[in-house]
């Protein structure tokens, strides 16, 4: 039920693009994208919900495919302070009790 | 001004203790989560409470034991703590329980059992 993150891992120079997938097995309502920096909490960068639509922030924007199941983190330009770990969360929709389901992570670097 | 709070920020203390994290939003939200982070980063919902009210008890020990004695307000109590309990905890609130409502986290509590 966990959703699939790819990749696990990725190293970046300052400027460059990244895309971080979130994949499902089961079909959903919307996906949370947040940004850990080690030590910290996580941070709420975005919601996709369903309807497929894409949203942006700064540089950083998403997309959700509802028929593929799955979400799409796009980093633009990176900056140093994108580094961190990567965490979408996932909601079925069925429950209603606000249940996210998050997957294992990816971790970002960006080096200078 | 803090959105989620928790305390303490670290907690050490012997296996068999019993230990309570508290938290506190002042978001005027609805419902408030526990999760639970361990060593390899994987962050796993514990526990929901929707104006004081359980919703979400995940399969958890029962040495765990939430509290909520208003909506601003949840408590994590744990007895007899296991080596195993060592991770991270965050607290997070949300307006609502729908699939839309968007989740803020506390700064964590790093527990650690010794």
């Known amino acids: 039920q966990q959703p699939v993150q790819s990749p696990q891992a990725v190293i970046l120079r300052e400027g460059e693009d990244a895309v971080i997938n979130c994949s499902s097995s089961?079909?959903?309502?919307?996906v949370h994208w947040y940004r850990q920096k080690h030590g910290e909490a996580p941070v709420f960068l975005m919601i996709?919900?369903?309807?497929?639509e894409q949203k942006g922030h700064e540089k950083i924007s998403a997309s959700f495919n509802e028929k593929k199941q799955q979400s799409s983190l796009y980093l633009t330009a990176s900056q140093l302070s994108y580094s961190g770990t990567y965490f979408c969360?996932?909601?079925?929709?069925?429950?209603?009790?606000?249940?996210?389901?998050f997957g294992q992570g990816t971790t970002l670097q960006v080096k200078p | 001004d803090t959105a989620v709070s928790q305390t303490p920020k670290y907690l050490v203390t012997q296996m068999g203790n019993d230990k309570s994290i508290k938290c506190e939003q002042n978001?005027?939200?609805?419902?408030m989560y526990w999760y639970k982070q361990d060593s390899k980063k994987f962050l796993k919902i514990m526990f929901s409470?929707?104006?004081?009210?359980?919703?979400i008890n995940e399969t958890v020990p029962n040495r765990f034991s939430p509290k909520s004695p208003d909506k601003a307000h949840l408590n994590l109590h744990i007895n007899s703590l296991e080596l195993g309990d060592s991770a991270v905890y965050f607290c997070?609130?949300?307006?609502?329980?729908?699939?839309?409502?968007?989740?803020?986290f506390g700064p964590g509590t790093r527990l650690t059992v010794l």
């Open positions: 997070a609130s949300s307006l609502g329980t729908g699939w839309w409502d968007t989740q803020y």
């Open positions: 089961k079909a959903l309502y919307s």
């Open positions: 996709l919900l369903k309807g497929g």
């Open positions: 969360g996932t909601d079925k929709g069925s429950s209603n009790t606000g249940k996210l389901i």
């Open positions: 978001l005027g939200h609805d419902t």
């Open positions: 409470y929707n104006n004081k009210e359980l919703i």
